[in-house]
Nanobody, 117 residues
């Protein structure tokens, strides 16, 4: 499984970004996809996830501001983030998880930096 994130960059507070995650290899129909982030000095944390039925999970700190979606082939994952805050500054990773209830990734990409100022 290979996951490649893109779309990061610098944005002013209140702005928006659309990240993408291109997946290749055998993802597995029983797996789900999710986004994580890690800020300097903090542990990696779950941001959002989506299962095969389109059911989504959002961490409390992004609810109402982030929207996760994926295409039918599970090739690309999109979290759209609106109303970004400075505390959203982090490296964002997409990952494969067995459940959006547990949000424990077994694969993730190299990450893409998001800086909100």
């Amino acid at each position: 499984v290979q996951l490649v994130e893109s779309g990061g960059g610098s944005v002013q507070a209140g702005g928006s970004l659309i990240l993408s995650c291109a997946a290749s290899g055998y993802i597995g129909s029983s797996y789900c996809m999710a986004w994580f982030r890690q800020s300097p000095g903090k542990e990696r944390e779950g941001v959002a996830g989506i299962d095969n039925e389109g059911i989504t999970y959002y961490a409390d700190y992004v609810k109402g501001r982030f929207t996760i979606s994926q295409d039918n082939a599970k090739n690309t994952l999109y979290p759209q983030s609106n109303s970004l805050k400075t505390e959203d500054t982090a490296v964002y990773y997409c990952g494969r998880v067995s459940s959006i209830a547990t949000m424990l990734p077994d694969y993730w990409g190299q990450g893409t930096q998001v800086t909100v100022s």
